[in-house]
């Protein structure tokens, strides 16, 4: 009943481990997709091994979720050797992510990483979190999501998708010129800009001060940008941000995703919310009469 | 944000910072403390009598080194407790083995045990030289428990290492229920496991990993090959899980998330 295909790579259900939150060894990743995902996306990779920010990188409560980890990851290298040994214990779709100081450096590395038996490759242009050392993310450009996007497709046969970010006004038009450049799919969104203050200690909680909002308060903005770039561009959409519950993975479908993507969920309802996802669309599914995701793809558009 | 209540010298480079809260802990789970601007860390427990508890801490890092900077009535951010604890039984015999800090949440499960069940305890503790054990007068003044000592110098007790005396506690404690119960460097964990495998005994292993938020989410302590997260599943493992963990005594991730060899 869930079983979705994106870019004719199957999947068992289009729950997706979002970038960032936990993924960042093979071992993890296959616990994932015990736990029920469909696929699962690396944390993201960078050519050189990086720490990250000082804690606190992370805090939630009940409304959102926020982040400024620094894009800690172990290095290419290191990050090739997570993802192969992940194909050999597990079968299911992996999806692999990278980010870049320059257009030359993402499609470098995207040649490095092509070597890993990736299905579907992300460029992660929309980190929000890191713009004193790389300035302004390349997902508020047309023309460095442009560049970025041909030049990364010049160099790699594995099917590309966009992070965008909902920082940015016209994510549509953003999509569009992406797609344009030769993008396989659009992964919308990464998190919002945000910042939490604690009132005893008198400044920001996370070290980097400002992070990546995530959680509840992310799910209507992820929605509309999902639904504003489903009319936009014909390339599938991996929709992120905020799912909590079966409910809401179904409301992505509708505004047009073919992939959910889920991340900070992991918080409020454990390592196991992908199972829990899977019953709660099943369930829904069979309420409504809808016997397969195909049928309610996009369908809250068109309407008067 | 919690005030320093007191700082008590455990020895000459090991303090107990003190905090009136009532932190609600078991033994074995830990706290993450924050100095703003500084970085924010996980901390095992070594007191906690439901009015107060105490961190007992070494300077090692930026953050602990900081810490020791602060005086009482400074403020620092706690939150937890967090992970899983050794368990307290009764009609059992624990020998707890403890290297380092590990003397911290091993203590406290020693004086809950003393104090709530009839269970007997050898607490076992090492270090290099005799005035660097920690808790050997705080463990000795409790009912039902022997304090055993190790130094590599031979300044107190055994000379060597303490799981050098291990086998031979576990023959003494005729037929009773065992359980190991061990926290501190990892090669001296990996050697208690391999004793209570060896002499098919209860174990239970506190397993340290890089951790950024202590919470489940971030993936930086998960192990190999089943992918448990020690902030969640762990950091407290029983001796089938602790079997299972391909990379215990052998590798451990870095906050990269590159693998370090032992």
């Known amino acids: ?304 | 944000m919690l005030s320093i209540k007191k700082i008590t010298d455990e020895n000459p480079f090991v303090k107990t910072f003190w905090f009136n809260y009532n932190l609600n802990s078991q033994p074995g789970q830990f706290v993450m403390l924050w100095i703003p601007g500084i970085d924010q860390k996980p901390f095992s427990i070594a007191y906690d009598d439901s009015a107060e508890f105490g961190l007992t801490i070494f300077a090692v890092g930026s953050l602990s080194k900081k810490l020791f900077e602060l005086r009482v009535g400074d403020r620092v951010g706690i939150s937890g407790p967090y992970g899983t604890a050794f368990s307290i039984q009764n009609d059992t015999h624990y020998i707890t083995v403890a290297g380092g800090y590990g003397a911290g949440p091993l203590g406290l499960l020693t004086e809950r045990l003393a104090a709530t069940t009839n269970s007997t305890v050898d607490f076992c503790v090492g270090a290099r030289s005799a005035d660097l054990l920690l808790f050997k007068d705080r463990m000795a003044k409790l009912p039902h428990t022997t304090v055993q000592v190790a130094t590599n110098d031979g300044s107190a007790g055994h000379t060597g290492f303490i799981t050098d005396i291990l086998s031979g506690l576990i023959q003494k404690s005729h037929g009773k229920k065992i359980i190991l119960a061990t926290c501190g460097p990892e090669l001296m964990e990996k050697k208690v496991l391999d004793c209570a495998n060896k002499n098919n005994v209860d174990c239970e292993v506190s397993i340290e990993r890089f951790m950024k938020c202590g919470f489940g989410v971030c993936g930086q302590c998960c192990v190999d090959p089943l992918g448990l997260r020690m902030c969640m599943e762990g950091p407290v493992v029983n001796r089938a899980t602790a079997n299972s963990i391909s990379e215990f005594g052998n590798y451990h991730r870095d906050k990269s998330g590159a693998k370090i060899y032992y």
């Open chain 1, 1 to 304: 009943m869930l079983k979705t295909s994106c870019l004719n790579i199957p999947f068992a259900n289009p729950l997706v481990l979002a970038s960032g939150i936990l993924g960042v060894t093979a071992a993890s990743m296959h616990k994932i997709i015990r736990d029920g995902a469909g696929g699962v996306t690396v944390k993201s990779i960078s050519k050189a091994p990086r720490t990250g920010h000082p804690n606190p990188t992370m805090m939630g409560n009940d409304t959102y979720f926020l982040n400024a980890v620094g894009l800690s990851n172990p290095g290419i290298e290191n990050g090739i050797a997570e993802l192969i040994q992940f194909k050999k214990i597990c079968p299911a779709p992996l999806i692999g992510s990278i980010f870049a100081g320059t257009a030359d450096e993402f499609a470098e590395l995207a040649e490095l990483i092509a070597v890993a038996p990736i299905d579907i490759l992300e460029l992660d242009l929309s980190c929000p979190n890191v713009g004193r050392e790389f300035g302004e993310p390349f997902a508020y450009s047309a023309s460095a999501i442009g560049r970025i996007t041909r030049e990364t497709k010049a160099k790699v046969k594995v099917p590309i998708s966009i992070k965008l970010s909902p920082n940015a006004w016209n994510i549509a038009e953003l999509a569009k010129m992406a797609e344009a450049a030769g993008a396989d799919a659009i992964t919308a969104v990464n998190t919002v800009s945000g910042m939490a203050i604690d009132v005893r200690a008198r400044r920001p909680i996370l070290h980097n001060k400002q992070g990546g909002v995530s959680g509840p308060a992310l799910f209507p903005i992820a929605l509309k940008c999902v639904y504003d770039i489903y009319e936009a561009v014909k390339i599938p959409i991996i929709g992120t941000g905020g799912v909590m519950t079966g409910e809401d993975a179904l409301k992505m479908i509708m505004a047009g995703a073919t992939l959910v993507g889920v991340g900070s969920a992991v918080y409020y309802r454990g390592a196991d919310v992908f199972g829990k996802i899977v019953a709660e669309m099943t369930e829904i599914m069979k309420q409504e009469n809808i016997g397969s995701l195909d049928e309610i793809r996009g369908v809250a558009h068109g309407i008067m």
